[in-house]
């Protein structure tokens, strides 16, 4: 890097740079700049008003606390690649387990069981869950044992292959509620793009869902 030493004001010169310094330059560029600029310094200096020996150290201060802030930046950033890595790690270890992901259909491709979870954040007396097939017709419905409010599970057993619907809710003093409900599905697949947020788990019958739609491990 050269510097320009036009400035007749050699405070000028190191107040003027030090932004530039800080920006995308590595830790022995930023030494090397700050000698530059320090020898500009002294050279352009009026010999009638010579600077004292404290301005050069607080210049000197200024820059090591820039320096600091470089160096802080770049562990910054190398920890944030590190918990990218680990991220993707362990997203790929999910590959066959069992999660649940928000949604109200599913398609079994071979017989098997239909299951998932309620979230009750209110108490109500009683809860229901029903499960349609893909003419809307209603397969079965159960009534699920109250505990409180929290998380109630539900399965369908013994389900013959082919598309579902679930419906959930609650009924509090003769009202009903309709609730949000969760499907449980075993992760088939899981694509890495760039990002940790571009990362999307295929989900058996659910389709593709994102790290953070997922409520948790089934």
């Keep these: 890097m050269q510097v320009d030493t036009t400035?007749?004001?050699?405070?000028?010169?190191?107040?003027?740079?030090?932004?530039?310094?800080?920006?995308?330059?590595?830790?022995?560029e930023m030494s090397n700049m700050f000698l530059e600029l320090l020898v500009a310094q002294i050279k352009n200096q009026n010999p009638l008003q010579p600077m004292d020996g404290t301005q050069y150290v607080s210049q000197l201060a200024e820059f090591s606390n820039v320096e600091s802030l470089q160096g802080i930046r770049q562990n910054t950033s190398s920890g944030l690649d590190y918990m990218s890595s680990l991220t993707v790690l362990e997203a790929t270890k999910m590959v066959g387990q069992s999660v649940d992901v928000k949604a109200n259909s599913i398609a079994l491709e071979k017989?098997?069981?239909v299951k998932g979870l309620v979230n009750l954040d209110t108490p109500a007396d009683s809860v229901t869950v029903q499960l349609y097939n893909k003419n809307g017709e209603l397969?079965?419905?159960?009534?699920?044992?109250?505990?409180?409010?929290?998380?109630?599970?539900?399965?369908?057993?013994?389900?013959?292959?082919?598309?579902?619907?679930?419906r959930a809710y609650t009924t509090t003093s003769g009202v009903p509620k309709q609730l949000e409900t969760w499907l449980s599905g075993d992760v088939e697949r899981v694509s890495v793009g760039a990002t940790p947020q571009d990362i999307l788990l295929q989900i058996d019958g659910l389709g593709n869902f994102g790290l953070t739609e997922i409520n948790q491990l089934a």
């Design 7 to 28: 400035n007749t004001n050699p405070q000028d010169i190191v107040k003027n740079s030090v932004s530039n310094i800080a920006g995308n330059s590595s830790a022995g």
């Design 111 to 113: 017989d098997g069981s």
């Design 139 to 166: 397969v079965e419905e159960k009534e699920l044992p109250y505990s409180g409010v929290g998380a109630l599970r539900f399965e369908f057993d013994n389900q013959d292959a082919g598309g579902y619907a679930v």
